[in-house]
């Protein structure tokens, strides 16, 4: 056999495998990132948990001044969420649900579409959300400065950014 020949059958044999292999982990972490679940520096704590707002009516008043919330049934409880990303400022956030909250959370908007959802966390509300539209696609965008406590306490449970 040609040594020409020879040689190009031993480089093929040698290389091909190896990349093969390296392609092989390349589509693998690319299709593990796809869902992949990003946890809070606590991942014992949810990370926050969404309820419906209902009016108050003080005693002696016919209008409703004020919200609250049955703290016993939550809408959707959220522990991870698929991706995270800081704002160009680096001060508000935006997250990517998981693929199975954010189902749930777009059947919770399109129920209370033109309504008041609650963000809870860590036993305070955080924000007031008004569904202008059902959103679902699963992302959350908290604006700095309009969702300021928000957006900070995601980046102080990721540890991302800058976080008092």
Known sequence: MDPWLNFLWFIRMRTFPRLALAICCCFSVLGAGVDAEIKPADPKTPLFRIFASIPMKPAGRDAAT???????????VVRSVSD???????KGVLITLMPV?????????RKYNQGLLLLETENRVLDAMYVAAPITDGMIVF???????????LRRRFRVGEFK
């Open 66 to 76: 004020g919200v609250t919330f049955d703290d016993k049934h939550p809408l959707l």
């Open 84 to 90: 995270l990303r800081l704002a160009r400022d680096g």
């Open 101 to 109: 909250d954010a189902q749930k959370f777009a059947a919770v908007t």
């Open 143 to 153: 604006k700095y400065p309009d969702e300021a406590a928000v957006a900070e306490y």
